[in-house]
């Protein structure tokens, strides 16, 4: 029977799919697909390296890019402390999920646009503005958000900026609430959709959502503020029309980028009605049944027995395309 070792810390929710709780979820999926799954629970790079060297498994699963004493953000990591997966490389142990500089580049916002858009991926204009820099003369309106973070943290209704001293205001507020640089974008003010992909090679599969959210939640701007995001707000919906064009862009980004077994991107649809996209996941949550994964694999593929089936089975096309990849099935 294959062993899954799954990782996650304080900082789970922050970095990964989700708190403790899903960690467990996601065991038990595990589990009930045949196979066997226990948890490291690790707050420390020493705490890291003991369940590394003293558990048995085939297989690890990190819910955390590194280690960080830092529960609610995610940021690049301590100087020169390695990340999670460049230890698994270093060591040659197998993981699930894309390798060490994937991992990088997808944390990374601005390091993602560079590679999509030399790859001929639509995105945003894009400043990474650091402490102290000028400001770029630029297109209003602009967006701006934290350059590595995630879960719509540091994203309100200011974050859309309409002239120059709004946007001096947001790249302060981004530089001193989070101590790392602030991107500036184009505000795409349309739609917005996420697509799943699922596995590698023959066993890959792409799965595209609209995201809807009750319109009276949105304030000022029709954007995921961070008080929207976990609690259930938004809802998956068929793409529709665009079904063809998210997938397309997508399946090239996660070329670009070299992404493996589960990655999401992000997009939304300019103001000329052009999708370009805006973020991609390198660990996409997977909170039963509420998570985006779960919701879209369940439109997708909806089982007779229901979502937490499909919940079983997502799990299972996961870890089944990394073993697969390793050739360990
Ligand atoms: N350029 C943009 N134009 C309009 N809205 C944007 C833009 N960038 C981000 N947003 C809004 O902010 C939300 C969060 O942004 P983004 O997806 O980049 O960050 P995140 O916090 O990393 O998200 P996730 O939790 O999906 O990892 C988006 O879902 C979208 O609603
Ligand atoms: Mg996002």
Redesign the pocket.
């Known amino acids: 029977m294959k062993k899954i070792l799954l990782i996650t810390g304080p900082a789970g929710d922050a970095q990964g799919w989700g708190d403790l709780k899903v960690t467990e979820e996601i065991a038990k999926a595990i589990e009930a697909s045949g196979k066997a799954a226990q948890i490291a629970f690790v707050s420390t790079m020493d705490e890291f390296y003991n369940a590394i060297e003293t558990k048995e498994f085939d297989i690890v699963w990190s819910a955390l890019y590194h280690i960080s004493g830092k529960s609610e953000t995610i940021g690049m990591g301590d100087g020169d402390e390695k990340w999670l997966a460049d230890i698994f490389d270093d060591r040659k142990i197998p993981y699930i999920g894309p390798n060490a500089a994937t991992m990088k580049a997808l944390i990374h916002?601005t390091a993602t646009h560079k590679i999509m858009h030399a790859n001929g991926v639509p995105v945003?204009y894009?400043y990474q503005i650091e402490q102290g820099a000028a400001l770029p003369d630029i297109v209003f309106p602009?967006?701006v958000?934290?350059g590595y973070?995630?879960?719509?943290?540091?994203?309100n209704d200011n974050?859309?900026v309409e002239n120059r001293d709004a946007l001096e205001k947001q790249v302060a507020f981004i530089h001193k609430e989070f101590d790392q640089p602030a991107?500036v974008?184009?505000?795409?003010?349309g739609q917005?959709y996420?697509v799943l992909m699922l596995g590698n090679g023959k066993l890959q599969e792409f799965l595209p959502g609209r995201?809807e959210v009750d319109a009276s939640l949105f304030g000022k701007?029709?954007?995921?503020?961070?008080d929207l995001?976990g609690v259930g707000a938004t809802k998956i919906k068929p793409t529709n029309k665009y079904t063809k064009a998210a997938i397309e862009i997508t399946r090239n980004a996660m070329e670009a980028l070299n992404c493996l077994d589960h990655v999401?991107a992000?997009m939304?649809l300019d103001a000329a009605g052009q999708l370009?996209i805006?973020?991609v996941?390198g660990i996409?949550?997977l909170k039963p049944v509420k998570s985006?994964s779960p919701q879209m694999f369940t439109m997708h593929h909806p089982s007779p027995e229901g979502p937490m089936e499909d919940y079983k089975q997502l799990i299972d096309h996961i870890v089944t395309s990394a073993l697969t990849r390793y050739k360990l099935i």
């Open positions: 916002k945003p894009h602009a967006f958000k934290p973070e995630s879960r719509s943290v540091g994203i974050s859309v991107l974008e184009e505000y795409l003010p917005e996420t995201v701007y029709p954007i995921l503020r961070a995001r999401r992000d939304r370009k805006i973020e996941n996409p949550g985006w």
